[in-house]
């Protein structure tokens, strides 16, 4: 399977790795630990359940947020919309994104995943 295929994870649920965005960050912190591929934990300190309530989230919606370590973006999707775009300039972030889904695929049990 590319990089490009969905991937299909629940009835409701499927999601599709990109390609990184082009950086245009002149802070050599943040180039620093994209180049080394480096997580970053969280630079923006936003909660993801007040932002979905405050923003009602439903099915019509379509979503672009910054992926980060991907919380923000489970939690979106508990306000069930049409579609998320989880974008971000570090791929390791991406990733560990994937990761999490895929663990959701698989079902995997909470003590196993945390």
Same mark, same amino acid.
Not at 82 to 95: G, S
């Given at each position: 399977m590319?990089s490009?295929?969905k991937?299909? @994870?629940?009835?409701?649920?499927t999601?599709?790795?990109?390609?990184? @965005?082009?950086?245009t960050y002149s /802070?050599?912190?943040?180039?620093?630990?994209?180049?080394s591929?480096?997580i970053?934990y969280n630079?923006?300190?936003?909660d993801p359940?007040?932002?979905?309530?405050?923003?009602?989230f439903n099915?019509?919606?379509v979503i672009?947020?910054?992926?980060?370590?991907?919380?923000?973006?489970? /939690?979106?999707l508990?306000?069930?919309?049409k579609?998320?775009v989880?974008?971000?300039?570090?791929?390791?972030?991406?990733a560990l @994104?994937?990761l999490k889904?895929?663990?959701?695929?698989?079902e995997m049990?909470?003590e196993?995943?945390?």
């Amino acid at each position: 399977m590319t990089s490009h295929q969905k991937k299909k @994870l629940t009835p409701s649920l499927t999601y599709q790795p990109n390609q990184v @965005l082009q950086s245009t960050y002149s /802070d050599s912190f943040i180039m620093d630990a994209i180049k080394s591929r480096k997580i970053i934990y969280n630079i923006s300190w936003e909660d993801p359940k007040v932002e979905r309530l405050k923003l009602k989230f439903n099915k019509n919606d379509v979503i672009l947020t910054i992926s980060s370590a991907g919380d923000n973006v489970l /939690d979106y999707l508990c306000g069930n919309p049409k579609h998320i775009v989880a974008a971000d300039l570090n791929e390791a972030q991406l990733a560990l @994104l994937d990761l999490k889904l895929a663990c959701i695929q698989s079902e995997m049990c909470h003590e196993d995943f945390f």
